[in-house]
């Protein structure tokens, strides 16, 4: 049997980055994932990229959103009501919004009166 060898401690960061990419982990499932203790990861982290773990994560689902709440962005810069939207998406007003936070840190509501749409294809221009 072969033993592996242990993985530096910056594979270790590079690899989570990866996995705090993934909303339904919380950053303290992340640091025991690449074997960090919970409270010393976040440290780490911030000190190996100049961010924190938190702000990372904010900064990705921010410049990354998955389909579903690009269609609700989508939805609301045609000025559906969040009932339609939910009713067209499949999902309930709550769990719309709930979902719809979970990615831009902000509620529906709260997100159309900061953005406007841009002229350009699928592109989104910040207030």
Do not use: C
């Not at 072969?2 to 982990?25: G, I, M």
């Not at 690009?70 to 969040?82: A, D, G, M, T, V």
Request: no cysteine; net charge neutral.
């Amino acid at each position: 049997m072969t033993k592996r060898s242990p993985k530096t401690e910056k594979e270790r960061l590079d690899a989570s980055l990866a996995l705090l990419q993934n909303p339904d982990l919380s950053i303290h499932d992340v640091a025991i994932a690449v074997e960090f203790n919970p409270s010393n990861f976040s440290a780490r982290f911030k000190e190996l990229f100049a961010i924190t773990a938190s702000e990372y994560r904010t900064n990705f689902f921010l410049n990354h959103p998955p389909p579903i709440v690009r269609k609700i962005q989508n939805y609301l810069f045609e000025n559906f009501r969040l009932t339609q939207i939910a009713e067209e998406i499949g999902m309930d007003r709550q769990t719309l919004s709930y979902t719809f936070k979970k990615y831009t840190g902000e509620t529906p509501l709260e997100w159309k009166n900061n953005h406007e749409p841009s002229t350009e294809t699928n592109t989104l221009k910040i207030a």
